[in-house]
């Protein structure tokens, strides 16, 4: 039995080729998992082109998500048999609690190898097990943007129904906050550049799009939108760009969730104008628990919420995947098919 896996020799998406190798052993405390879908995030973008160093060197495996069935445990493996279907926790050491240190993560496709392979070794604390209503493929996009979603709006903002919600583009973190407010009964407004992704995010349920070409000053829109007050919470998923605007769009004693940083990390912030005396909070966080991921999923199953998956690529494909990931073209998730 073969272990075909996606690799990067060097960086750069033409560097992705696929190989083939042992299937690896688990030990003592290990499962071994036959991964059958992994998502792509931007993480895995900025980790490819060599934006995002993890020290571990080449060759290496990309894919942070992924989501597959139980073929093998190790002898002291007690909670897993053959044949369980599970999703991977990204974070493998982060079980419970509010959060958890860089220099303590053991973070997957950082900290470790990524699951772009066939058959890969986790620890046993490190996975979740699916509802039957999700399947293998829907499961592979939460681990990172699914438990984003669910760790700022219901964990960090612990949001209410009738409050607004503003999601930013149609990216894996904004799709799930997007569905996980309005299946809370919140009010959702969206950005977006695209004139053909207004009417697909009108038809999913959101109160109002606002088209940040049309109107590179958002914000304001949002402000007119909601009153001149503003929203309750923003889902900031592009940093230097927009972490501003964003403060600038919620209310008073609104919270900005940090949630990525595709046009950069480095921000400037007016302290005073766009948060002290504006009693503006900004919360920074990292995905969540593994506690949080069976609650999302707890959630999932009783909404009957399904991610949105634009696009499923054989492995074979990878470096195409990739690419429509950078043109940022997507709506919701990219997926690799194993």
């Not at 293998?136 to 960090?156: D, R, S």
């Not at 002290?276 to 009957?304: C, P, T, W, Y």
Request: aromatic share 6%; hydrophobic share 45%.
């Amino acid at each position: 039995m073969q272990n075909r896996m996606v690799q990067l020799l060097q960086t750069g998406v033409d560097a992705l080729t696929v190989t083939e190798g042992k299937v690896p052993q688990p030990a003592a405390r290990e499962v071994l998992v036959n991964i059958k879908a992994v998502s792509l995030n931007f993480l895995d973008l900025m980790v490819v082109k060599g934006d995002f160093p993890t020290g571990l060197g080449f060759p290496y495996t990309p894919g942070c998500d992924g989501a597959g069935v139980v073929v093998a445990t190790g002898s002291e493996v007690t909670d897993w048999k053959s044949g369980d279907r599970v999703a991977l926790q990204y974070v493998q050491n982060w079980i419970t609690g509010r959060g958890i240190p860089l220099s303590k993560a053991v973070r997957i496709g950082w900290q470790t190898q990524g699951v772009m392979a066939d058959y890969v070794c986790v620890p046993d604390y490190g996975l979740v097990k699916l509802p039957d209503s999700i399947s293998l493929e829907e499961a592979a996009t939460l681990p990172v943007a699914g438990v984003t979603a669910w760790e700022g709006l219901m964990n960090i903002a612990q949001l209410q129904m009738g409050q607004t919600v503003l999601v930013q583009g149609t990216g894996g973190v904004s799709m799930f906050a997007l569905q996980l407010a309005l299946a809370a009964g919140a009010k959702v407004i969206a950005t977006t550049g695209s004139a053909a992704k207004e009417q697909r995010l009108l038809e999913m349920g959101v109160h109002a799009v606002i088209n940040y070409k049309t109107h590179p000053e958002w914000q304001k829109e949002v402000l007119r939108l909601t009153n001149g007050e503003g929203v309750d919470v923003t889902m900031d998923i592009a940093g230097k760009d927009t972490i501003v605007r964003s403060l600038q769009s919620v209310k008073v004693n609104g919270l900005v969730c940090t949630a990525g940083g595709v046009s950069g990390s480095e921000i400037t912030l007016d302290i005073y104008g766009d948060m002290n005396l504006n009693f503006k909070r900004l919360a920074g966080f990292a995905v969540g628990s593994a506690e949080s991921f069976n609650a999302l999923l707890q959630a999932m199953d009783i909404n009957h919420i399904h991610p949105v998956i634009d696009k499923v690529y054989p492995v074979g494909k990878v470096q195409e995947a990739f690419r429509q990931l950078e043109s940022g073209s997507h709506f919701g998730k990219l997926m690799i098919a194993l």
